[in-house]
């Protein structure tokens, strides 16, 4: 842990912990992305920059989280973890998926050698059932809430933040549950199962006020809720009630400001693709005319020809 008092500097010096675990991990993804679009460009296939941009960044902000000072600042204050939770659940799930690293893995790995054993596990984890149940809304929304409630409105945040696997542990369940809940969202790439627009709608809309409804509980927390964050090193200076105040005001404004981006992208998307559909709707009843419709005015007009005939 840090010993001088929290800071903003402080927070973004480069000061890794003895085992780098999440920050290896993003710069191996990093890596492993780059190569692939790389790897398109080179063979004058496209793959678009932004996308390639936006996953990097997602991979950069995992490791400043992780790999600055901030890192050590969060083993004993309870906003800076909070600060760390939200972002690898709400801020980088978002960059990464944008970059559709599952198009780019079927795009750029080989079809022989170790390629092909890549391609078809890809392809069987699409194709599997247990896949279809974590993306499913029943399993996701909550599992990504009880990386709120469950951990903390219990013993398990100071059963495991003591130790160095359970500090791990916890920031790698943010990552995963948080890419878990967006992948349905906002993901282009192949999907077991689809959602609608609307489907994901529902689901922003219902996890929107269970998360700013943890932060105002925090917030309004007389006495600490985690006994782990209720002892900040004296030298920090640091009143742990006024942190956890701060922690919960982050869950309420910084971990709402995602969701509403989220929503605001399915609402464009969803307008998009109505567009997109309409002008093809069009185009196909131009060239094939509306066989239905046609069909129905026929009918009609054999009723009204049936009527003049026999009379009312």
């Known amino acids: 842990m840090p010993t001088a008092p929290p800071s903003l500097e402080a927070f973004l010096a480069p000061t890794l912990q003895p085992i780098p675990l999440i920050p290896a991990i993003a710069a191996l993804l990093a890596l492993l992305y780059l190569s692939g679009a790389i790897k398109l460009w080179l063979t004058h296939r496209h793959w678009a920059i932004w996308r390639t941009l936006t996953f990097l960044i997602g991979c950069g902000i ?3 989280v992780m790999g600055a000072g901030v890192e050590g600042y969060g083993l004993r204050m ?4 909070m600060f760390q939770q939200l972002t690898l659940m709400m801020a980088v799930p978002p960059l990464l998926i944008l970059g559709r690293p599952g198009t780019l893995l079927l795009r750029a790995t080989p079809h022989s050698g170790l390629g092909r054993v890549v391609l078809r596990a890809a392809h069987a984890g699409l194709k599997a059932r247990v896949s279809r149940f974590v993306l499913h809304p029943g399993f996701m929304i909550p599992v990504f809430l009880m990386s709120f409630y469950g951990i903390y409105f219990s013993d398990i945040a100071d059963a495991l933040l003591p130790f160095w696997y ?6 790698l369940l943010f990552l995963v549950s948080g890419i878990i809940f967006t992948v349905p969202l906002m993901s282009t790439d192949p999907l077991p199962v689809k959602q609608s627009h609307f489907g994901r709608l529902v689901d922003v809309f219902a996890e929107m006020p269970l998360h700013a409804f943890f932060g105002v509980i925090v917030m309004m927390a007389t006495v600490p809720m985690v006994d782990f964050f209720a002892t900040p ?7 742990p009630l006024a942190d956890q105040v701060l922690a919960g005001g982050l869950a309420w404004s910084y971990g709402e ?3 509403v981006l989220m929503l605001m992208f ?3 998307r969803w307008q998009r693709d109505d567009a997109v559909t309409s002008k093809a709707k069009d185009k196909q009843e131009q060239t094939d005319g509306t066989p239905e419709l046609d069909a129905y005015n026929d009918y009609l007009h054999q009723l009204r020809q049936r009527a003049e ?3 009312p």
């Open 257 to 259: 400001l995602p969701s």
């Open 62 to 64: 995992i490791m400043i």
């Open 78 to 81: 309870f906003s800076v973890f």
């Open 166 to 171: 359970g500090h791990v542990g916890l920031e």
């Open 233 to 239: 090193p004296a030298v920090w200076d640091v009143d």
């Open 266 to 268: 399915i609402l464009v």
């Open 309 to 311: 005939r026999y009379g």
